[in-house]
């Protein structure tokens, strides 16, 4: 007489469908922890641009000749706008300030006229400078400032008394302010025309040219990538 089967006893356990539940539901929080550590990773660099777009590093693209030529139209510059001094929104001051603009810097700052715009320009007179133009030679505070940076497209002065393009003031730079020009002399809208520059609506020093695009002839100049801005 045979013996009774006996159950079976392989290696592989049977599972059931309630013991299969754990596992499964187990990978939803293991989504969401990925998705979460995305999101975070993503705020975290948000955060961090905004920062540095606020209150480190700036970049601006030249959009006219007014500065040629030192900068080009198409040149695509970095601002540190760390180094004057750190920009309160809202509040129009700065704090903790490294350095004050210096005679021969270039700063971006907001457009007096139309606070909409920024503008760049060199700065020529501090806080308390006296500033004379005679026949396109400026003085500052009476002795001759000679800038190599200045460029006259137009040649000699007109020698008309009454054009502030060539003959200018004198006028003494009030406090917190500073007293700009383009270096393309005789093609900027500056100082000259529409007063001075409050310190605190001064963004930052241009100090590098990260890129240039020549919009014309639709060619890259390579030569003016990473030159330092003087």
């Known amino acids: 007489m045979s013996a009774p089967l006996e159950p079976s006893t392989s290696a592989t356990p049977s599972v059931t469908p309630s013991q299969e539940l754990p596992s499964v539901a187990g990978e939803q929080p293991r989504v969401k922890s990925v998705l979460r550590e995305y999101?975070?990773?993503?705020?975290?660099?948000?955060?961090?641009?905004?920062?540095?777009r606020?209150?480190?590093?700036?970049?601006?693209?030249?959009?006219?000749?007014?500065?040629?030529?030192t900068l080009q139209i198409g040149d695509h510059i970095l601002v540190n706008k760390f180094i004057y001094g750190i920009h309160l929104p809202f509040v129009g001051t700065r704090v903790l300030p490294i350095s004050n603009p210096q005679r021969g810097d270039i700063v971006v700052f907001v457009y007096p006229v139309d606070p909409s715009k920024d503008f760049i320009k060199r700065v020529v007179g501090l806080p308390g400078d006296r500033v004379k133009i005679r026949a396109k030679r400026v003085y500052i505070n009476g002795e001759p400032w000679d800038d190599a940076h200045a460029y006259?497209?137009?040649?000699?002065?007109?020698?008309?008394?009454?054009?502030?393009?060539d003959n200018y003031g004198p006028v003494t730079v009030p406090d917190g302010h500073l007293f700009v020009m383009g270096d393309n002399r005789?093609?900027?809208?500056?100082?000259?025309?529409?007063?001075?520059?409050?310190?605190n609506e001064v963004r930052g020093k241009a100090f590098l040219i990260y890129w240039s695009w020549d919009g014309k002839d639709h060619w890259v100049r390579w030569d003016r990538l990473g030159d330092l801005i003087h």
């Open 152 to 165: 006259f497209a137009d040649g000699a002065a007109t020698g008309r008394a009454d054009s502030p393009r």
């Open 54 to 69: 606020s209150f480190v590093i700036q970049a601006f693209k030249i959009p006219s000749g007014s500065m040629l030529p």
């Open 39 to 52: 999101a975070e990773a993503f705020a975290i660099a948000l955060v961090l641009a905004l920062f540095i």
């Open 186 to 199: 005789d093609r900027s809208y500056d100082s000259r025309f529409w007063g001075f520059v409050d310190l």
